[in-house]
């Protein structure tokens, strides 16, 4: 199976999690999760970005957090910069 990166490797996720996945497919959505995840050093970035997989509002991480939408919003922005940034080098 072929290496997805970028806006590709979201759509890749949404379209496998939308069905069952084969067992290679299983295999190589778990290993993208976790290069993903392996770049988010900083762990409330770490956190937040689990957050949102498991489907929680950034009204939810907010209150979770103990901060303001603001924050979370830019948590959210600093975590597809850097996996943007990432993927495309």
């Given amino acids: 199976m072929p290496v997805v990166d970028g806006p ?6 949404l379209v496998t999690i939308s069905r069952d996945p084969t067992p290679d497919e299983a295999v190589a959505v778990a290993e993208e999760f976790e290069r993903l995840l392996d770049q988010l050093k900083d762990p ?13 509002t950034n009204e939810e991480i ?11 919003e830019r948590k959210l922005k600093a975590i597809r910069d850097l996996w943007d940034k990432e993927n495309h080098t």
Avoid at 8 to 13: I, Y
Avoid at 66 to 71: E, S
């Fill in 8 to 13: 590709e490797a979201a759509e890749f996720l």
């Fill in 44 to 56: 409330t970035l770490r956190q937040v970005a689990l957050w949102k997989l498991e489907g929680y």
């Fill in 62 to 72: 907010k209150d979770l957090l103990g901060c303001v939408l603001r924050t979370v």
